[in-house]
């Protein structure tokens, strides 16, 4: 296994890029003030599910398949682009609902989970980043390599849990006086619109 200080290193950097803004943080943001904290931690589970699978491709190797892929990644980012628009869309449209303590339904609490998964697999710089970023930490002298990846993929899952987690319960404590009003929450679904259409701009632009 990787030593202390391997891992330490590696925590350090992660949690650096926790609070980098990208699709993911951005999107536990905004669902934690617009739908409360329940909502922001469904959402952190549906990342960490798709870190996992990130996690599983680097071990087989397919993400490095895909990453050589200049059209396999550009239909990456088409895709991404698309999904973060339609997020825009939805957010543009979303009704207004003034609940103190809104709660998010099992139903409510299911699509939201599938679209966190949706969201992180379909982010191509994530990918890049378990490509190039990750086996810079792997030691061949320190065993297996494929539970070396799989014990960084859990390291990340744990930074996700702990920063996300603190983004979730800031942003809830901030939203639940804005939920209360008409007015403020029309802004905040406007400015949830705007954010994933300006990051669907950008993942587009770049494809």
């Known amino acids: 296994m990787p030593s202390i200080e391997t891992t330490t290193s590696f925590m350090l950097v992660i949690f650096l890029l926790g609070f980098t803004p990208g699709p993911d943080n ?3 943001l905004m669902q934690s003030i617009s739908r ?3 909502a922001g931690f469904i959402a952190i589970a549906g990342f960490c599910v798709g870190i996992c699978v990130h996690t599983a491709a680097v ?3 397919l993400a490095a398949l895909v990453a050589a892929s200049a059209v396999a990644l550009t239909v ?6 698309v999904y973060l628009g339609y997020l825009a869309w939805q957010a543009f449209h979303a009704p207004v609902q003034v609940l103190p303590n809104q709660q998010v339904g099992a139903g409510d609490g299911l699509r939201l989970f599938m679209r966190a998964i949706v969201m992180n697999l379909s982010n191509p710089k994530l990918l890049l980043f378990f490509v190039a970023f990750l086996p810079q930490f792997v030691d061949s ?3 297996p390599v494929e539970l070396q990846v799989a014990w960084f993929g859990l390291c990340f899952v744990m930074n996700t849990v702990l920063v996300f ?3 979730v319960l800031c942003a809830s404590w901030i939203g639940r006086g804005l939920r209360q009003s008409p007015r403020a929450q029309r802004y905040l679904n406007r400015a949830c619109g705007v954010v994933f259409a300006a990051l669907g701009g950008r ?3 770049s494809a």
């Not at 990456?76 to 682009?81: D, P, S, Y």
Request: charge should be positive; hydrophobic fraction near 55%.
């Open 26 to 28: 951005t999107f536990v």
């Open 203 to 205: 993942l587009l632009a």
């Open 76 to 81: 990456l980012k088409i895709a991404g682009a």
């Open 141 to 143: 002298g320190a065993g």
């Open 59 to 61: 071990a087989l190797g």
């Open 165 to 167: 987690g603190t983004i």
């Open 36 to 38: 409360g904290r329940r």
